[in-house]
């Protein structure tokens, strides 16, 4: 069964920390997606990548990082927590070639920053 | 930015109703997606349907898209209490076919 795994499901983390949220996907995709969940605001896109060691910002990429070294795990990288990052994070992937066959998600890190 | 907007926000039916949701969304796009997000999870693809097409099934998922009004419309049938999560609804990002932008969803709640 195909899968995208992120390393924590849930994840408490004091301001000022740096923090790392790491994704793995074994289907062999090329893009991978980072999006942040808020009640109200739905998903929103953070940083992509379509290739290793390629990344692009979305649309709320500020106090966020990305990397991508090996082609099935792109991390998250929070360089310095901060309270309004408390949020549902979650990790997709696709594949260029069959793209309209949809992402797959993994289940999500609720982040709490205190 | 804001592509699809679902409507409407919350749903509440009971158990073996129908259910329907609205996305409406700005741009031309080439394909929309529906997608399910369980309680505290992931979302799972549900169902593409494509610019040329009007209406697509997958088992009790009927998915309509009218471009000319720029709207989808998503219909379960005989819906179970399983149904219970959020749906949205996806199109491909005015800046690149590869990045979908997601609405804010459909709650649906179906009551035993």
């Known amino acids: 069964d195909v899968k995208v795994t992120q390393s924590s499901r849930y994840l408490v983390k004091r301001t000022g920390e740096k923090v790392f949220l790491e994704c793995v996907q074994d289907m062999d995709h090329e893009n991978m997606f980072w999006y942040r969940q808020d009640p109200g605001l739905g998903l929103r896109l953070i940083y992509f990548s379509y290739d290793v060691k390629m990344k692009e910002k979305g649309d709320i990429p500020e106090g966020y990082s990305v990397s991508r070294e090996k082609k099935e795990r792109f991390s998250l990288i929070l360089e310095s927590a901060s309270t309004n990052q408390t949020s549902m994070y979650l990790c997709a992937s696709s594949s260029r070639d069959r793209a309209l066959y949809g992402y797959t998600f993994g289940s999500g890190t609720r982040l709490t920053v205190v | 930015s804001q592509q699809g907007e679902e409507d409407p926000q919350a749903l509440s039916i009971q158990e073996g109703e129908n259910a329907t949701m609205n996305c409406s969304y700005k741009t031309s796009i080439n394909n929309l997606q529906w997608y399910r997000q369980n309680s505290g999870r992931g979302l799972v693809h549900l169902i593409l349907i494509r610019s040329n097409e009007r209406e697509k099934h997958s088992g009790r998922l009927r998915v309509t898209l009218d471009t000319s009004k720029k709207s989808s419309s998503l219909l379960i049938t005989a819906s179970r209490a399983a149904d219970t999560a959020s749906y949205f609804c996806?199109?491909?990002?005015?800046?690149?076919?590869?990045?979908?932008?997601f609405g804010s969803g459909t709650q649906l709640t179906v009551l035993p």
């Open positions: 996806a199109t491909p990002s005015s800046g690149s076919a590869r990045q979908l932008t």
